[in-house]
């Protein structure tokens, strides 16, 4: 469960920082914890312990969205003025000594506006005035774990999270407004490996289901949200509006389809707030007028059965071509 493993990183990172013999990262940095949990009935054994392995737990019986849950946590950043500021998933578990390493890169980069995991084991620092667009391959900025904010540079961004939280994309929404208002941000980068174990995807309950299934259905929102973010984000900027789309596309126009059906299945009728179709249609509209090539993509995508194409060597020779392009 979502909990159990939020708590025993938890409880890893309080005895890895615990554990730390360098004096100067003792001296520099204290740490708070904070564990949000919501839309599961939890038993007054389970509620105390997550309050015994935090500092703080923030809980709702109801579910809320788990967009809705990350993005309070930057509401709650502007609340209690931390140095730095990382909301850490559920579904990422850390590695040994990756506290340590964090604390290190930290201090030694200490101008930093963000600290980014990477793929590609780079240790390098940037800078950079687009996250979509404007960084090294392999970066990490769409996955929530992935980024720790410099929270005196980065603060004032932090509001577009719960405003942004209806693309299911607030924490980019955060990144680019950094952008926007700093002009560029200072980048230090991370490798993955040396913070988290290979990351997974959870079914839930739906155990019998298969996770490309599960993910179709999951994550409709956030792939239509993508489009409908960025027209928000760039919505003064037609100019790079549409480019960033048509790069976006270039990755993705393959997958309209399998989202596509993910996005209108049905819903659970208890919770109608939760429905992508809304979103779905609406970015449709937005990529179908973002340009020639981006109306051919799109179609494209739409209207192909990819997913019974997908491993075939004339579709991935075409796939890869447009990726080029």
């Not at 703080?56 to 579910?63: A, D, G, R």
């Not at 002009?183 to 155990?207: A, C, R, W």
């Amino acid at each position: 469960m979502d909990y159990e493993r939020a708590r025993e990183n938890a409880l890893k990172i309080r005895n890895q920082f615990i554990g730390i013999q360098d004096s100067k990262i003792g001296e520099t940095f204290e740490l708070r914890i904070v564990i949000s949990v919501n839309g599961i009935e939890l038993s007054p054994t389970a509620i105390s312990r997550l309050v015994e392995s935090s500092d703080e737990l923030i809980y709702f019986s109801e579910p809320i969205g788990g967009d809705t849950n990350i993005n309070q946590g930057y509401i709650y950043a502007l609340k209690v003025n931390p140095d730095y500021f990382w909301i850490l998933s559920a579904n990422e578990l850390l590695v040994e000594g990756s506290i340590k390493y964090l604390l290190e890169v930290i201090q030694a980069n200490d101008k930093s506006d963000l600290y980014v995991s990477n793929s590609k084991n780079r240790t390098t620092s940037y800078q950079t005035s687009n996250v979509f667009i404007d960084i090294p391959s392999g970066s990490g900025y769409g996955l929530i774990s992935s980024v720790i904010y410099n929270y005196r540079s980065t603060h004032q961004s932090f509001s577009a999270g719960p405003r942004f939280a209806w693309t299911g994309w607030g924490q980019l929404a955060v990144l680019q407004n950094a952008c926007n208002t700093l002009g560029t941000i200072n980048v230090t980068e991370f490798p993955y490996e040396l913070i988290y174990e290979k990351p997974f995807t959870d079914v839930g309950s739906n155990s019998t289901e298969s996770e490309y299934e599960f993910v179709r259905e999951a994550y409709a929102h956030s792939f239509f949200g993508m489009v409908a973010l960025i027209f928000a984000i760039f919505a003064r900027d037609k100019k790079m509006r549409d480019r960033v789309l048509l790069d976006w596309l270039r990755k993705n126009w393959f997958k309209i389809h399998y989202f596509d059906l993910g996005a209108t299945r049905k819903i659970n009728a208890n919770y109608p707030q939760f429905d992508p179709i809304w979103i779905r249609r609406f970015s449709i509209i937005i990529l179908l007028s973002s340009g020639i090539l981006s109306f051919l993509l799109t179609g494209l995508g739409s209207l192909l059965n990819t997913e019974k194409l997908r491993k075939t060597p004339v579709f991935v020779s075409i796939k890869n071509y447009i990726y080029r392009k």
